[in-house]
């Protein structure tokens, strides 16, 4: 019964061994079982149990139920030492999956912790230092995994919040070496408005940051969407409502198409979110049809219990790929990273290396 918390299934052999990108992880929604419960025994007062941080195998919630799952597991992950351990846990399980080149991303927050000792306190410096050092150590380790990091921005707070936000990515972009890329703008889709938020995307843009925006996750966002598409967006995350079949509109394809724009898709996420009804309903057969970037991602492997191998099984499984779909699938998201040329070139003779292993 234990392990019906640990993963909805397990991909086969060759979606674990195929070398993989992951583009769209938020680092609290990525949050494993194993490391939920070390974060439970840490913290007994809270009184929090899987149920509560984790949406399993048949179940669904809205979207909105989501984001309370977020606010639970924010409170387990509040202290340095939580936020190294987190990290640390996912890169290693992200790594462990197969996936070569991560991008990871996260809502820089403080936190008092009020009552306990005051080195416990975090701030937003503070809490990127540690996805940082996370990542650094991991990388000291010889973990094989390449890992970048996105600053995230939540909709929620407004434009004063996501103007600092771009402001710390800005600094750390600098002193990272680039380790920082870019930005993401992320959270609950119904709260706040797009246009708010453009001064500090478009200062982001002129530094050299990346922008990877969520995009139409829910429906009726046409004005939103045809705003941010105008920065042009780097990537897009989900652009679930953005073709007409579902209330979209032609023109927003045609801007994704024009600008080459890549979406990151999420079937999971999607599905459990339910945003989308069912696999095979998922828009991601929309865009491959037209031959369109698209990514394979997870976006919340913890919350939606499932990691990376298994959505490129189902992709595969629902659309009908291929082994050798699957692969190029796998291999045309390298050219759709953050990180520079010389990185993407590294990674496609990574999957050089290991295609004739997997095509005897
Ligand atoms: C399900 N679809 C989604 N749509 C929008 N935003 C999402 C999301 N899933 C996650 N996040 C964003 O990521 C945060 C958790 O990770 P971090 O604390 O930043 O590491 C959430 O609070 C939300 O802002
Ligand atoms: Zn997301």
């Given at each position: 019964?234990?392990?019906?918390f640990?993963?909805d299934?397990?991909?086969?052999?060759f979606y674990?061994?195929?070398?993989?990108v992951?583009?769209h992880a938020?680092?609290?929604g990525s949050?494993?079982?194993?490391?939920?419960?070390?974060l439970?025994s840490?913290?007994?007062?809270?009184?929090?149990?899987?149920?509560?941080t984790?949406?399993?195998k048949?179940?669904r919630?809205?979207?909105?139920?989501c984001f309370?799952?977020?606010?639970?597991?924010?409170?387990?992950v509040d202290?340095?030492e939580?936020?190294?351990?987190?990290?640390?846990?996912?890169?290693?399980?992200?790594?462990?999956?197969?996936?070569?080149y991560?991008?990871?991303?996260?809502t820089?927050?403080?936190?008092e912790?009020t009552?306990?000792?005051v080195?416990?306190e975090i701030?937003?410096?503070?809490?990127v230092?540690?996805v940082?050092k996370?990542?650094?150590q991991?990388k000291?380790?010889?973990?094989?995994?390449d890992?970048?990091?996105?600053l995230a921005?939540d909709?929620?707070n407004?434009?004063?919040?996501?103007?600092?936000?771009?402001?710390?990515?800005?600094?750390?972009m600098l002193?990272?070496?680039g380790?920082?890329?870019g930005l993401d703008?992320?959270?609950?889709?119904t709260?706040?408005?797009?246009?708010?938020?453009l001064?500090?995307l478009?200062?982001?843009k002129?530094?050299?940051?990346?922008?990877s925006?969520?995009l139409?996750?829910?429906?009726?966002?046409?004005?939103e969407?045809?705003?941010?598409?105008?920065l042009?967006?780097d990537?897009i995350g989900?652009g679930?409502?953005?073709h007409p079949e579902?209330?979209?509109?032609?023109s927003l394809v045609?801007?994704?198409?024009?600008?080459?724009?890549p979406?990151?898709?999420?079937?999971?996420s999607n599905?459990?979110g339910?945003?989308v009804s069912?696999?095979?309903?998922h828009?991601?057969n929309?865009?491959?049809?037209?031959?369109?970037?698209?990514?394979i991602c997870t976006?919340?492997?913890?919350v939606?219990?499932t990691?990376?191998?298994?959505e490129y099984?189902?992709?595969a499984?629902?659309?009908?790929?291929?082994?050798e779909?699957?692969?190029?699938?796998?291999?045309?998201?390298?050219?759709?990273i953050?990180?520079?040329d010389?990185?993407?070139q590294?990674?496609?003779?990574?999957?050089?290396d290991i295609?004739p292993?997997?095509?005897?």
């Amino acid at each position: 019964a234990l392990f019906n918390f640990v993963m909805d299934n397990e991909a086969d052999v060759f979606y674990r061994e195929l070398p993989k990108v992951e583009l769209h992880a938020h680092l609290n929604g990525s949050v494993s079982f194993q490391t939920i419960e070390k974060l439970i025994s840490r913290k007994p007062h809270l009184n929090i149990e899987h149920g509560m941080t984790a949406i399993g195998k048949g179940q669904r919630r809205t979207l909105d139920e989501c984001f309370q799952v977020f606010k639970v597991i924010h409170q387990l992950v509040d202290t340095e030492e939580d936020i190294l351990m987190v990290a640390t846990d996912v890169i290693k399980e992200f790594a462990a999956d197969g996936v070569k080149y991560l991008e990871l991303r996260s809502t820089p927050r403080e936190e008092e912790n009020t009552g306990k000792d005051v080195n416990m306190e975090i701030d937003k410096k503070k809490y990127v230092e540690t996805v940082i050092k996370a990542i650094r150590q991991c990388k000291s380790e010889g973990v094989d995994i390449d890992v970048r990091f996105l600053l995230a921005i939540d909709r929620r707070n407004g434009t004063e919040v996501a103007m600092e936000t771009v402001k710390l990515a800005e600094e750390f972009m600098l002193s990272t070496d680039g380790l920082v890329v870019g930005l993401d703008l992320s959270g609950d889709p119904t709260v706040g408005h797009g246009k708010d938020l453009l001064p500090a995307l478009q200062r982001a843009k002129n530094c050299g940051l990346k922008l990877s925006l969520h995009l139409s996750e829910v429906p009726s966002q046409l004005e939103e969407s045809d705003l941010l598409l105008n920065l042009p967006p780097d990537r897009i995350g989900h652009g679930t409502f953005l073709h007409p079949e579902v209330g979209g509109s032609q023109s927003l394809v045609d801007k994704v198409v024009q600008n080459n724009i890549p979406l990151e898709l999420c079937l999971t996420s999607n599905v459990k979110g339910q945003t989308v009804s069912c696999y095979s309903k998922h828009h991601f057969n929309y865009w491959y049809q037209m031959g369109h970037p698209c990514v394979i991602c997870t976006d919340d492997k913890g919350v939606f219990s499932t990691d990376l191998s298994q959505e490129y099984q189902l992709a595969a499984s629902t659309f009908g790929l291929s082994h050798e779909a699957v692969w190029k699938l796998s291999q045309q998201a390298i050219d759709y990273i953050f990180a520079p040329d010389t990185v993407k070139q590294q990674l496609k003779q990574k999957w050089i290396d290991i295609q004739p292993q997997m095509f005897k």
